[in-house]
T-cell receptor, first 112, second 113 residues
C-alpha cells in the first residue's frame, strides 16, 4: 500500500540558513499534519492543512511557514535556522479530521 | 489544558510475557485514541486505535481498553516477542476538531529473549 513520502530524508544546514521539507500524502488523503520530534521526545504538533487551507496551528515559530498545494502535497519552509531546530520532522496524512493519521518516515534536520 | 500522561516511561519484560502501558487524558471531548509504535530511525506506525463508543478492541496480540469516565486508556500486548521492542506512544485529539494529536511521553519497551 502507498505510504506518506517525505523528502529529503536527511538535511544538514548552517545556522541562519533556510530549509524546505516536502510531504506527499497517501493518495486521496486531503489532510496533512506536520509534527516536530526532538531527541527522546514525543512528536509535537506544528501545523495542519485540510483541502489546501490551514486548519490548525500549534507552537510553530514565526520563522516557519507551510502550505498545501493543489495536488495536496505540502511543504514546510524554515528560515533563519537555529541550533534548536535540529529534530525529526514528520508529516502525517489522513482522509479527513476524523480518520487515522499515517506518518511518513520523517526528515532528520541537523543545524550546525 | 491539553495533556496526555503516559506510564511507565520504560518497561522491560521477558519474551512471552504481557506488557501494559497506560495513558490518561484531560479533554473529556476526546473521542479517538490511537497507539503508535516507533522503531529507531522510523516514523510512528499506527498499530491500533479505539473510538469512544467502545470499551475494548483487539487485534491479534494487541488490545486497547478505554475508560471514558476515568479518562484513561491502556495498551495490552500479550505473548511479547523481541520484535515488539520499540517506543510506544499513545495520543488523543484535542478540542479543535481538526484532528491535531497530542502525544503521551512515550514508553520504551524492551522484550528480552
Amino acid at each position: 500500500a502507498a505510504g506518506v513520502i517525505q523528502s529529503p530524508r536527511h538535511l544538514i544546514k548552517e545556522k541562519r540558513e533556510t530549509a524546505t521539507l516536502k510531504c506527499y500524502p497517501i493518495p486521496r488523503h486531503d489532510t496533512v499534519y506536520w509534527y516536530q520530534q526532538g531527541p527522546g521526545q514525543d512528536p509535537q504538533f506544528l501545523i495542519s492543512f485540510y483541502e489546501k487551507m490551514q486548519s490548525d496551528k500549534g507552537s510553530i515559530p514565526d520563522r516557519f511557514s507551510a502550505q498545501q498545494f493543489s495536488d495536496y502535497h505540502s511543504e514546510l519552509n524554515m528560515s533563519s535556522l537555529e541550533l534548536g531546530d535540529s529534530a525529526l520532522y514528520f508529516c502525517a496524512s489522513s482522509l479527513d479530521f476524523y480518520n487515522e493519521q499515517f506518518f511518513g518516515p520523517g526528515t532528520r534536520l541537523t543545524v550546525l | 489544558g491539553e495533556n496526555v500522561e503516559q506510564h511507565p516511561s520504560t518497561l522491560s519484560v521477558q519474551e512471552g510475557d504481557s506488557a501494559v502501558i497506560k495513558c490518561t487524558y484531560s479533554d473529556s471531548a476526546s473521542n479517538y485514541f490511537p497507539w503508535y509504535k516507533q522503531e529507531l530511525g522510523k516514523g510512528p506506525q499506527l498499530i491500533i486505535d479505539i473510538r469512544s463508543n467502545v470499551g475494548e478492541k483487539k487485534d491479534q496480540r494487541i488490545a486497547v481498553t478505554l475508560n471514558k469516565t476515568a479518562k484513561h486508556f491502556s495498551l495490552h500486548i500479550t505473548e511479547t516477542q523481541p520484535e515488539d521492542s520499540a517506543v510506544y506512544f499513545c495520543a488523543a485529539p484535542f478540542s479543535s476538531n481538526t484532528g491535531k494529536l497530542i502525544f503521551g511521553q512515550g514508553t520504551t519497551l524492551q522484550v528480552k529473549p
